[in-house]
Nanobody
Framework: QVQLVESGGGLVQPGGSLRLSCAAS?????????MGWYRQAPGKQRELVAG???????NYADSVKGRFTISRDNAKNIVYLQMNSLKPEDTAVYYC????????WGQGTQVTVSS
């Protein structure tokens, strides 16, 4: 059974930073999978924020390029999303995913950017 467990969300002021973590367990080795982060804001569709492929290549939504960085620690089986220069429009529930198209989903972690 595969589990993806996110952590690191919370309330932050505009311009601040957060780092999300996604711990993968079960029969999934993140180095073999496309891993990524989606988000869903109230009243909006879920959207891809960032992805990292088994090759190590990454891709980002235009709205977060230059501000967010996805990375992974293969030894710990953890995927990270470093979020800098946060804006109120980044407020959403952030989900960790595994697979392309996504096959596994975490339960989500709330990120709120507000003064």
């Amino acid at each position: 059974q595969v589990q993806l467990v996110e952590s690191g969300g919370g309330l932050v002021q505009p311009g601040g930073s957060l780092r999300l973590s996604c711990a993968a367990s079960g029969s999934i080795f993140i180095s073999h999978y496309t891993m990524g982060w989606y988000r869903q804001a109230p009243g909006k569709q879920r959207e891809l924020v960032a992805g990292i492929y088994s090759s190590g290549n990454t891709n980002y939504a235009d709205s977060v390029k230059g501000r967010f960085t996805i990375s992974r620690d293969n030894a710990k089986n953890i995927v990270y999303l470093q979020m800098n220069s946060l804006k109120p429009e980044d407020t959403a529930v952030y989900y960790c995913i595994g697979g392309d198209p996504p096959r596994y989903w975490g339960q989500g972690t709330q990120v709120t950017v507000s003064s």
